[in-house]
């Protein structure tokens, strides 16, 4: 059984700093890409940002700039150091992860729980 726990979220004033962090149980054969998306109250889930194995990275336009995404040193972890948060920047944050555990599986994409982010003076 896979899971993806994250860390790092919090209450933060604007113009402050968080650094999330989420790792994922479990060994995989490929790990297609990694990533952070995230979904404000009435909203939709959108990406934040997103990191291929091959460390290609995509950002939301409104993060450029601001946001960090990163894997770390254990080949299932991936970090975002987000500065300059903003009050819209405030939201749940998911982690995501899209690979196969086995040759012979095919892809899947797995979700963490969440982790709530606070940007408020």
């Not at 726990?5 to 060994?27: D, I, K, N, Y």
């Not at 995230?38 to 946001?67: C, H, M, W």
């Not at 991936?78 to 500065?83: C, E």
């Amino acid at each position: 059984q896979v899971q993806l726990v994250e860390f790092g979220g919090g209450l933060v004033q604007p113009g402050g700093s968080l650094r999330l962090s989420c790792a994922a149980s479990g060994s995989f054969f490929r790990i297609n890409v990694m990533g952070w998306y995230r979904q404000a109250p009435g909203k939709e889930r959108e990406l934040v940002a997103a990191i291929t194995d091959g460390g290609a990275i995509n950002y939301a336009d409104s993060v450029k700039g601001r946001f960090t995404i990163s894997r770390g040193n254990a080949e299932n972890t991936v970090y975002l150091q987000m500065n300059s948060l903003k009050p819209e920047d405030a939201a749940v944050y998911y982690c995501n992860l899209n690979g196969r555990r086995e040759a012979y599986f095919t892809d899947r994409t797995y979700w963490g729980q969440g982790t709530q982010v606070t940007v408020s003076s």
